[in-house]
């Protein structure tokens, strides 16, 4: 079990500093799969991030099956079982999918490599031995950064709105194949999205908004709420916008 | 004739465990080691100076050339080497230097490279430098190479320095004819007080003549680079050249591509970039579980592959 308790992250930037989490509290327990929604800049990556380790809290703990990681570095939480899909994944010029695969996979473990990229939707001969640079559109970048999640074998995986730029067609394959690693290997899973067919994944519902969390719910409740947008009820007060696309979703 | 050492020099240069397959001409401190020629591949020696002629027959195919040479005292050596690459052969050449230097004094190697690559041929050309030795006597490479592609030749040049070199001045000429192609890439690493300076000239003369110079390198400590990539297109030609080096510790890169063209239909086309390695790409692999050091050493192997 991962726990979060009274995380607080404060950043130093050039113009001052930043409260860009306050106050979080939250449990993801093994085996469950979890979907962070909340509007653009509400603190959802921040959350991933201070989970992985990128930013350090500045108050509270995080506890990971009884370890205090609170200040570990990264490298120490990955290799207790942390992963983290990141939601702009960076370019490598000159290392090739297939290196990149075998970093993440690291040294002691064999990947299927042909398999992975099927899985993200992607065909192994086109891909494998290409550079990782800028010919290759936001969508491929992104199935690369979840198929290097996916080489992993990892206790808390974290993936940071994995749809975008995704076609639908894939993207059944892609929620499937999250949906089995959760299974497989009894990972629990974080998905940061506003995508209905992601939210159906969730055992619980995380809303963030402002740095803090604004609530805990079930899919349905969130699900019942989106219909209540289609069949044109009236627009509430805290409309949540959100996503590439811009959904809306009522709470 | 060939000791331990010699053969980890031939190791680092040419990828040999042993002496090479095909022809080969190997150099030791100034002197002729030893020397393969084949049926189609002549070595001659030439007369009026130091250095040799390398003779491949037309139509000669999948046949390969090794010239390394390895300098394991300090010593300053010049070399006059001239190849003939005939119609329509396709060969590999691999030409090479390794220094060991246990001295105080300097070991330098300036080699003059020319090559005359006829109608319809391809070469593909392999230069390997490195440098090591526990003296603190300076490693000087000066190589200089110049490249004449006739009609529908196809030249491919890979020049790699990643260790050890203390100085460098690489200049490159490369003219090519009707419909030729070229394509160079450089890799360059240089670290301590190292210096590398590379000038790389091409002439784009004939029609449809088109060439590409992918320059990378990563320059760390207190090294310094300089770069000066020309490409000038005279006729119905493209060019590329495409520069990106990664700067480190306290490192000066200078990176200044020219493109200058005399006809209306030459495309010319250069990039140049310069900058550290992104802190996202660092924590991106550190989030894989490697150390940093780790992480650096792995994108440094990449952009320098
Ligand atoms: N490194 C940072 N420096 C300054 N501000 C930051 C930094 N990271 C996040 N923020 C700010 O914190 C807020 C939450 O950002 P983020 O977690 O990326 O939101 P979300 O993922 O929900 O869109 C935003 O206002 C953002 O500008
Ligand atoms: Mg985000």
């Known amino acids: 079990m991962l726990e979060m308790t009274n995380v607080g992250v404060t950043i130093e930037g050039d113009n001052g500093s930043v409260e860009v989490l306050k106050d979080i509290n939250l449990k993801f327990e093994e085996k469950k799969i979890y979907v962070m929604t909340g509007p653009n800049g509400s603190g959802k990556s921040s959350i991933a991030k201070t989970i992985m380790g990128i930013y350090q809290p500045t108050a509270g703990k995080i506890i990971l099956d009884s370890t205090d990681i609170t200040n570990m570095s990264i490298t120490e939480r990955a290799r207790l079982g942390i992963g983290y899909a990141f939601q702009r994944p960076p370019l490598f010029k000159g290392m090739t999918v297939r290196d990149f695969l075998n970093y993440a996979a690291g040294p002691d473990n064999t990947i299927m490599h042909c398999d992975l990229l099927y899985d993200v939707g992607l065909c192994a001969q086109d891909y494998l031995e290409r550079e990782i640079n800028a010919s290759f559109s936001g969508g491929e970048l992104k199935r690369i950064e979840i198929a290097s999640i996916l080489a992993r074998n990892l206790k808390v995986a974290i993936f940071d709105e994995p749809e975008a730029g995704i076609d639908l067609w894939s993207f059944q394959r892609l929620t499937e194949t999250i949906a089995n690693m959760n299974i497989k290997y009894d990972t629990t899973i974080v998905l940061i999205s506003h995508q209905e067919r992601i939210i159906r994944l969730a055992d619980e519902v995380i809303l963030v908004a402002e740095g803090r969390i604004s609530g805990i719910t079930t899919q349905g409740k969130i699900l019942d709420d989106i219909q209540c947008l289609d069949t044109g009820c009236e627009c509430r007060n805290n409309c949540i916008k959100g996503g590439e696309d811009n959904q809306c979703l009522i709470l | ?305």
Request: net charge negative.
């Open chain 2, 1 to 305: 004739m060939l000791d331990t050492l010699d053969l980890k020099l031939l190791e680092e240069v040419a990828d040999l465990h042993g002496l090479p397959q095909g022809a080969y001409n190997i150099r030791k401190n100034g002197q002729a080691a030893d020397r393969k020629t084949t049926a189609n591949i002549d070595i001659i020696t030439k007369k009026d100076k130091p250095g040799i002629d390398i003779v491949v027959k037309p139509g000669t195919k999948e046949e390969s050339v090794h010239i390394p040479v390895i300098l394991s005292q300090s010593i300053g050596d010049l070399v006059y080497n001239t190849f003939e690459i005939g119609a329509y052969a396709d060969v590999l050449i691999v030409a090479g230097c390794g220094i060991h230097n246990p001295s105080s004094e300097k070991a330098q190697h300036d080699g003059i490279h020319e090559f005359f690559v006829r109608k319809g041929a391809r070469m593909k050309y392999i230069e390997k430098h490195y440098g090591e030795g526990e003296g603190t006597g300076q490693r000087i490479l000066n190589p200089k190479t110049i490249i004449e592609v006739e009609e529908d030749g196809i030249v491919e040049i890979e020049m790699i320095q990643i260790k050890g070199v203390d100085h460098t001045v690489r200049d490159t000429e490369v003219r090519l004819q009707k419909n030729a192609r070229l394509i160079v890439s450089e890799r360059l690493l240089t670290n301590l007080e190292q210096t590398a300076i590379s000038n790389i000239t091409v002439e784009l003369l004939g029609d449809e003549s088109t060439a590409q110079i992918i320059s990378r390198s990563v320059a760390q400590d207190n090294s310094h680079q300089d770069f000066h990539l020309n490409m000038y297109g005279y006729s119905k030609c493209r060019g590329h050249i495409q520069c990106d080096s990664i700067i480190m510790d306290q490192a000066h890169v200078t990176s200044s591509p020219m493109i200058s063209a005399l006809n209306t239909d030459a495309q010319l086309i250069h990039e140049a970039a310069i900058g550290k390695i992104a802190s996202e790409q660092l924590i991106k692999l550190m989030s894989m579980g490697l150390t940093e050091d780790e992480a650096e050493a792995a994108i440094l192997k990449g952009f320098l592959k």
